[in-house]
């Protein structure tokens, strides 16, 4: 019978471990993953190279074990009502992964309508927290479904501030505006480019960059050398697998 540790990790697995990676020695700040595989790897993350993050219950309890994903925490670290929540998040000490519905090149993100925002196509959540996240505490995006219709060459509406929108706000948008990566089912990308603009800082196994090209709607900064995802080691896999994600909801999320 084959270990669960002995199988090839899938593309899920990468991209959690992707995720996992943007909460890295981050010390004693709040994670705030947003979807199945960013609520994975921060669990992981605690687990591993980071034992210091905070988790929560997704409501309003800091929580001192590491549930798998779906189930219940056991031990309860403290009371985080909204007030607090928000107190934490203006003063820097969280760092949300959240989605996007569009996103371009210099990480403007929509999550709150396609079309004109007079006459909208669709209506979509709104713009929520969004400006807050984006210009008071680290954030990252997490997009399981890389395409032409997400990667887009300008949002339809502005939601998360991106480096040119606060560049062009002035030194109050700028001063703690932090966009640390965005991983999507086909690779990484960071904004660590003399303009801002969003790089390609590496590939999921079985990804070309010809494929990452043809599912982005504007020019991505393309290093000469573009280097694979890093692997999970087989410690972190048994801990996705057995402990974190034993339902494997994270294939739910990225195709194989």
């Known amino acids: ?10 593309r899920a697995e990468y991209c959690v471990i992707a995720c996992a990676e943007a909460w890295r020695d981050a010390g004693e700040i709040l994670a705030s993953p947003m979807g ?51 107190t934490m998040v203006m003063g820097g000490r969280r760092h949300v992964m959240m989605g996007a519905s569009q ?31 984006t210009l008071n505490n680290p954030v990252s995006y997490w997009i399981p479904r890389h ?28 001063r703690f505006h932090d966009l640390r990566r965005v991983v999507s089912d086909l690779g990484v990308f960071d904004f660590a480019t003399p303009d801002r603009a969003m790089r390609l800082v590496s590939l999921h196994p079985g990804v070309t960059v010809d494929q ?24 972190e896999l048994r801990l996705i697998r057995d402990v974190v994600d034993p339902s494997g909801l994270r294939d739910r999320e990225v195709r194989a």
């Not at 090149?105 to 909208?120: A, K, L, M, T, V």
């Not at 990452?212 to 080691?233: H, W």
Request: negative net charge; aromatic residues 4%; contains cysteine.
């Open 36 to 86: 199945t595989v960013p609520a994975v790897a921060a669990r992981l993350a605690k687990l591993t190279f980071s034992p210091d993050l905070l988790l929560t219950d997704g409501e309003a309890l800091l929580i001192g074990d590491v549930p798998a994903v779906g189930a219940a925490s056991a031990v309860t670290e403290g009371w985080l009502p909204y007030r607090r929540h928000l």
């Open 103 to 133: 996103i371009d090149r210099f990480g403007n993100q929509n999550i709150s309508c396609i079309g004109d925002w007079e006459r909208p196509k669709r209506q979509l959540l709104g713009v929520r927290g969004a400006p807050v996240n």
């Open 147 to 174: 395409s032409t219709r997400v990667f887009v060459a300008k949002v339809d509406m502005i939601s998360g501030v991106g480096h040119d929108s606060a560049a062009a706000a002035g030194p109050a948008a700028t």
């Open 212 to 235: 990452v090209r043809e599912a982005t709607g504007f020019e991505l900064v393309l290093p000469d050398d573009v280097p694979a995802t890093r692997e999970p080691t087989r410690e």
């Open 1 to 10: 019978m084959t270990s669960t540790t002995e199988r090839t990790a899938t």
